[in-house]
């Protein structure tokens, strides 16, 4: 993002805000990844498509979450770690500590997932060989990149996943009679643990967080730009539920009572099936499909994860309590509008971000140091931490949005509603309960 997207005004009209959308599509797309991709097939291939409503619940309550994060960035003028620091440090020190974690193991996870594909389509080189090549390619695209580039790069990629995987669901004929009935929630024997994954997993986690800097990026202020920010997500998180509702129809179509242990090794599992009943071609469809979204995910990451950690750098040199509030909306100047202020009030721009030391910094920490994970299994400490970590982000985005978004420091207009507060209370309780649950799992 070398320089940062100023449009004079909202967009008006649905053609005229269609062609804005852009940030919406890049966290829906850095959240889905081989990881959603698996537990969607192994449901599917489990209970075929009586769990999709569950993937439908999911994208709502995930659109919900991320319509806040949009929400709090233009109705304060600040961004979400300046609201973290004005919970308290326990917010910001608990996001740190988070996401050192985090990026150090999910940068092997996605290079690896990454690597798979590659190795299917390409052969020649060991998976963890195209893991590297692909982190390290990854590395240099997003540190030489320019947001509306970028952008545009990731759309594309959106829409060839999106291409080829529905592709493949109409390929396999689904019953639509099912479809239909898949939509009516029950609880086939022994499948919450495989609803709550479906609800809880699909969309995103930490990448949820960055949808406000992207926002920041392309000139989104103030909370005329409501309405175009909830179009953006929409749009994402519509295409998300699709794409995950055609990966259920393709995994109970394919692989109907297999019993999948191979993580994301099953998806070349599938693979295989498909080029086995229709030939080859339709297994380098899908193949081309799951690299188009371990790709979208890793650039996605790298990139946005990388400016929140930026942000972070930058908000814990900042007082941290209410008292050290001041600004649109607060008790120190509560007759300005929250809206009247932009993110580089609070000290942030994209164009110093993603050229400042921090940014590049956590680049290769993404990059560099995983790289040794991929010789060796996942030292158990290591991953039970970032596992429980892992859980714990999103009950804490959605209880922290709460507590935010039913704030004086947002705008009027942008406070939270009866509606947001059910959707990011259902979210929250629900990300509690897979929680506790991941946490038990994980100890017994």
């Known amino acids: 993002m070398s320089t940062e997207t100023t449009v004079a005004s909202p967009p008006r009209g649905f053609g005229a805000k269609i062609k804005q959308v852009g940030p919406g599509l890049l966290a829906a797309a850095a959240g889905v990844g081989s990881g959603d991709l698996v537990a969607t097939m192994v449901a599917g291939a489990r209970y075929g498509t009586a769990l999709l409503w569950a993937a439908v619940l999911g994208a709502v309550l995930k ?140 969309g995103g986690t930490i990448t949820m967080a960055a949808y406000g800097y992207w926002m920041i990026a392309k000139g989104w202020k103030g909370t005329g730009w409501l309405s175009m920010m909830r179009l953006d997500n929409a749009v994402g998180y519509v ?40 030939g080859d071609w339709a297994r380098i469809l899908f193949l081309c499909g799951f690299l188009a979204v371990t790709t979208t995910s890793l650039l996605g990451v790298w990139n946005g994860v990388s400016l929140l950690f930026t942000d972070w750098t930058r908000a814990i040199r900042l007082p941290h309590g209410r008292a050290a509030e001041v600004g649109p909306g607060t008790d120190a100047d509560p007759e300005r509008p929250a809206a009247e202020a932009t993110a580089s009030e609070t000290g942030y721009t994209a164009t110093a971000a993603e050229r400042s030391t921090p940014f590049r910094a956590y680049l290769l920490w993404l990059t560099i140091p995983p790289m040794g994970l991929l010789f060796f299994d996942s030292p158990f400490a290591l991953t039970l931490v970032y596992g429980v970590l892992g859980a714990a982000f999103m009950p804490f985005l959605g209880i922290t949005l709460i507590m935010l978004l039913n704030s004086k420091r947002v705008a009027r207009d942008g406070r939270s509603g009866w509606l947001s507060n059910v959707l990011l209370g259902a979210a929250s309780a629900l990300f509690v309960v897979l929680l506790v649950t991941d946490i038990v799992n994980r100890l017994t």
């Open 63 to 202: 659109l919900a979450l991320a319509e806040g994060v949009g929400r709090w960035h233009l109705a304060s003028g600040a961004t979400l770690l300046d609201g973290w620091r004005r919970l308290g440090r326990w917010a910001t020190v608990f996001f740190g500590v988070y996401i050192v974690i985090w990026g150090f193991v999910y940068g092997a996870t996605a290079m690896s997932a990454v690597g798979l594909p590659l190795n299917a389509l390409f052969g020649g080189l060991d998976v963890r060989y195209w893991a590297m090549i692909a982190g390290v390619v990854g590395l240099a695209l997003v540190w030489v990149q320019r947001y509306h580039v970028f952008e545009k790069f990731i759309t594309v990629l959106v829409l060839i996943k999106f291409v080829s995987v529905v592709s493949v669901a109409v390929l396999v004929a689904p019953d639509l009679s099912g479809l239909a009935s898949g939509l009516v929630p029950r609880l086939p024997d022994g499948s919450v643990i495989y609803v709550l994954g479906l609800i809880g997993g699909v």
């Open 239 to 278: 295409m998300t539920a699709i794409f995950v509702i055609a990966m259920l129809v393709v995994g109970s179509a394919m692989l109907l009572g297999q019993d999948l242990t191979k993580g994301d090794e099953g998806l070349l599992v599938l693979g295989e099936a498909l080029g086995t009943r229709y």
